[in-house]
């Protein structure tokens, strides 16, 4: 009824799909979009006769409001579908026959559009623009329009049939419509265009021009797709590369494919088997693979078994079904399987009718009269009447009645019935034979015919020979009741051990960076396909380049994209909730993780809507939430499907949904700006603005620094940097860039190394900056970071005289603070030029001023170690070579508590690396060994790339030392090819001659006297020049073993120790002339001078105030005893 009885008013018109009351003079559902006929029904549309499609499904979910006011990015599906020869065809017809022609050909078209949810988006005269993918995403909308594109050309074949029995040319001759259809899949922006009654919803963007283009490249009734829509539908299609081709318009040459036909590819792995690109071993499912195989061995014993195995698309339900029948192979059974399809929720018991298809052994090429036999010798084969069987066959799998088999005179009801009972006849009668696996896949697709059949099947199962396994996503509930022979398991996702071995095999076994490792394990959050198909797209662009066992990046690692491959998918995900998109989309700006109060303070939405729509978000399992409003807390299931719902949004909406955040943040959250300042600085970052963007970097970074987070204050430091560069130079902004700069110096020299080159060009674009501003007391800073940079390069020359110009800096200023680091700077300087009496001074006088509560870590001027450690920890070396070693252990003590006191990690990590030096020169391996160990633990958590590498090494020693000398030689070797590696020249002196030393030790003379020369030559380059004497002693003890001690040898050792002793006691190092002496005086027992040795023993021993339970003094001692004793 159309009109009221009463008053003769329109009546409100039902939408039959959503059930909507739409006002009368409506032609399109307001709720769901669907067109309306004039009966007030929805329109439905017959669906075409072909082999391709047998029923229009119903929408996979109910499609949002026509189109939503706000523009988008999607990623689309573009299909241009033309008619050939259009304008000869004009010519040739009456204009309202060619009026007919083109409906007929546009209906005709639209009808396999609207079968697998494509939308035409424009009637082009003769030509349709479809988009697969908007307004409602599906997970395989690429596939989707190849099906169409088929799907059209054959439609055209029966369409040319009934317009030939209507239509004539006016020469006579029959018409023959033909389509070229071009497709191709791409970024766009979907938004309104034009304006008042001309104002259309339409797609932006090269995407549609190439699929124009790719049209024009196709012959009559041929289907030409790019390579990236090729990608999406491999291995699902046939398909024939035709090159790459030129398009017009388009900059670059495009590859085209045609397809050719639709394969049996039923999901992902069949196609990635059919198009031989291989599969990716199981991860992670030993215990369910274990599960299956125990069930199995039951359905053997005729106990047959349900296993119910649920999960998320893409957690691997297929992969584990397929390995489990690869475990199966050489056992005697029969495998079933088929799948429930999106196109073909509305045909009846259509993976049934796949499945006996598959079991009768069916072709394509078959003729109906072969196709009945084949159907007449199964059923015959399990003793079943024909006369009683066969016409309930012949409408199942479309083949003609004959009259040798009469219809059944049964109700339909009673005909269903009686098939479905045959259907399981069957099924059960196949495990005679052999044990039999039927496997469903895909049952939340099941349409409700092939469910009543499982229903029997499942009660049944047991005290049969049959497995059945049934896969579904959420969303489909299993309704049977528990029984003992049924096992339900639900797929969790991959643990980080096990996505890292996914990403390692999809890598060819090859290691990816560690940072892009962990940024794929992160962004995937353990979904295989998700794993596998990031992994992928990482490995086809130009970020890595391959080494022989691992990958490495070959430049800045940027964010990483969502993979074409899996957009639809994930889009489709929230189309469904389409109504609710805004607050994902709101909340997926907001982060991964967001709170109810902030997503209310930044949204316009009531409290009543946005609880009700976050529900929707949560039941659907797109957002996990923890508490009740407004203490709640919501974070995204999948870091992909927060990226997804952001990178929907257009760029300009983007900057103006972080500015709100941004300024929400700052105004009602003052938490948030003290102790995350980095989340606001992100948000004005997107915004552009910039200005406000800088200030929170720097705040983040100081922030970081105070926390001992140093990668971290990197990036917050650098962030500003950049951003510096968009706004106008100026006094104001390059006052800015030097206190970021500074900033930077400490958190680089510690995170990089003292010689990265970063740390040079940060440092002296500091000091220009100092120089072009006046600023005088940001260059103590500066000059000390630079002078770190040369100390360590091995530049001592210009190190020294960055010292001196600091030095006066702090006398001219007369601040305190930077007078300490100047005289820790000399005492360095002059410690690794071997003036060790000018270091002692320098460093004792640092020592006279400092004072730890304005010399900590958080002072003017921030760069490594505490001052007080550093030069406690030097000191202590110094006192030791000086010949004070009970002193010097006393000031390594104090270093390793003040360290402890500040609870500063660099700190920490330089003072135990510092003692277990002195401890190695005092020649005490277990003290040695526990403090590098520690001091190892310390550095590698805070990533002191250059500390760790001086502990290992020292640690390498000490397990030597303690009989472990393989593990401590590998350890020393490899350590100190690391530490060349990064340039650094300060500090390989001392692992050189324990090095040299060890070798001695092991009689590998060869490999000692080859290292100590060429140590003693390249010795200006290293610093620590006290060490020369050592290395001439340990060249005597090699050439007085390495020769047998002929009379050339040992006069040339002889030399070498003289030489120790002169560079000794001009440098006043007497732990090294006592060493040297010893050395000597060891060769001249041997040779008879007695007394002379018992002098210099002497002399040497006397000059020594402390220290006479140390093992270099205890062996002067022992040697004494021995003479005495001669």
Known sequence: MKFCGQCGRPLKRSCSHCGFDNPPNFSF???????????????????????????????????????????????????????????????????????????????????????????????????????????????????????????????????????????????????????????????????????????????????????????????????????????????????????????????????????????????????????????????????EMTLFMARWEQTKDCKGQVLLVGGEAGIGKSRLVRVFREQLMGEAYLWLRCHCSPYYQNTALYPIIELFQRLLRFKDEDPPERKLQKLETALQQYKLPLAETVPLFTPLLALPSLERYPPLNLTPQKQKQKLLETLLLILLKLTDLRPVVICIEDLHWVDPSTLEILDTL???????????????????????????????????????????????????????????????????????????????????????????????????????????????????????????????????????????????????????????????????????????????????????????????????????????????????????????????????????????????????????????????????????????????????????????????????????????????????????????????????????????????????EVALELGEQLLSLAQHTKTQNILVEAHRMQGINYFNLGKLKLARTHLEEAMAVYEPRQHNPQGLIDVGADRGVACLSHLAITLWLLGYPDQALNRSQEAIALAGQLAHPYSQAFAFCWSAWLHQLRRECEPAQALAHTGVEVAAEQGFTLLEMLCAMMEGWALIEQGQTEVGLDSIIQTLAQFQNTGAQLGQLPFRVILVEIYYKLDRFDEALDLATKALDELKYMGEQFYEAELYRLKGEILLKHTQSGSDAIAEAEHCFEQAIDLARRYAIRSLELRAVLSRARLWVQQGQIAAAHQELKRIEQQFTEGRDTADLQAVEALLQRIGTI
């Open 458 to 796: 499942v009660r049944q199962a047991s005290g049969t020979r049959v497995m059945v396994i049934l896969t579904f996503r959420p969303g489909f509930s299993p309704h049977w009741t528990p029984r003992s022979y049924m096992t339900h398991l639900s797929l969790s996702r991959l643990r980080h051990h096990q996505a890292e071995a996914l990403v390692e095999s999809v890598a060819g076994k090859k290691k990816l960076p560690a940072e892009l490792l962990e940024q794929i394990i992160a962004k995937t959050d353990g979904v295989p396909i998700f794993v596998e198909e990031l992994t992928k797209m990482v490995l086809e662009q130009d970020l890595l380049q391959e080494r022989e066992d691992r990958y490495e990046l070959v430049g800045p690692l940027p964010t990483l994209a969502i993979p074409t491959t899996l957009h639809d998918s994930l889009m489709a995900r929230l189309d469904r909730l389409a109504t609710v998109r805004e607050v994902a989309q709101l909340g997926a700006t907001l982060g991964r993780e967001f709170s109810y109060r902030l997503l209310h303070a930044v949204s316009a939405i009531d409290e009543a809507t946005l609880q009700h729509n976050l529900g929707q978000l949560v039941e659907a399992e797109l957002l996990f939430q923890q508490g009740l409003p407004p203490e709640a807390t919501y974070t995204f299931k999948h870091g992909l499907i927060q990226e997804t719902a952001y990178r929907s949004l257009l760029r300009s909406r983007r900057q103006q949904v972080h500015q709100r955040i941004a300024q929400v943040l700052v105004e009602q959250f003052p938490e948030i700006e003290q102790t995350e300042p980095e989340v606001i600085a992100h948000h004005y970052t997107v915004a552009r603005q910039y200005q406000e963007a800088v200030r929170y970097w720097q705040q983040a970074g100081q922030r970081a620094v105070a926390q001992s987070a140093n990668k971290e204050a990197i990036h917050h430091f650098n962030q500003a940097l950049d951003l510096l560069e968009f706004l106008l130079p100026s006094t104001e902004s390059r006052q800015q860039e030097l206190q970021l700069r500074i900033a930077l110096g400490a958190p680089l020299l510690m995170t990089k190394g003292y010689v990265a080159p970063e740390v040079e060009t940060n440092y002296a674009r500091a000091r220009d900056l100092c120089q072009q501003l006046d600023q005088t007391p940001g260059l103590g800073s500066v000059l000390f970071g630079l002078w770190v940079f040369y100390l360590v390069k091995g530049q001592f």
């Open 29 to 287: 559902c307001g709720q769901c979009g669907t067109a309306l006929t004039a009966s007030g029904a929805s329109e439905v549309v017959s669906t075409p006769t072909s082999n391709m499609s047998e029923a229009v499904p119903p929408p996979s979910h109910p499609p949002p409001t026509l189109y939503s006011q706000e523009a988008e990015r999607r990623q689309l599906t573009v299909m241009f579908c033309d008619l050939v020869g259009s304008t000869s065809l004009s010519e040739q017809l009456d204009p309202e026959d060619y009026r007919e022609v083109v409906r007929a050909y546009q209906q005709t078209a639209a009808q396999v559009v609207r079968q697998f949810e494509g939308t035409i988006a424009q009637y082009l005269g003769d030509g349709l623009l479809i988009y697969f993918g908007y307004p409602t995403a599906h997970e395989n909308d690429a596939q989707r329009a190849a099906l169409t594109a088929l799907g059209v050309i054959e439609e055209m074949k029966n369409l040319n049939v009934r317009l030939q029995q209507s239509i004539r040319t006016r020469s006579q001759s029959p018409l023959r419509l033909a389509v070229r259809i071009g497709i191709h899949t791409g970024l766009v922006v979907v938004g309104d265009v034009g304006d008042g009654d001309r104002r259309e919803r339409l797609a932006v963007g090269e995407t549609t021009n190439i699929a124009a283009r790719l049209q024009s490249l196709a012959k009559p009734n041929t289907v030409i797709i790019s390579a990236a829509t090729y990608h999406l539908i491999e291995g699902f299609f046939a398909c024939r590369p035709i090159g790459f081709r030129s398009l017009k318009g388009i900059s670059r040459p495009m590859e085209t494919y045609r397809v050719v036909r639709q394969s049996r590819a039923r999901n992902r792995l069949d196609a990635a088997k059919a198009a031989m690109s291989g599969l990716t071993p199981l991860v992670g499912r030993e215990e």
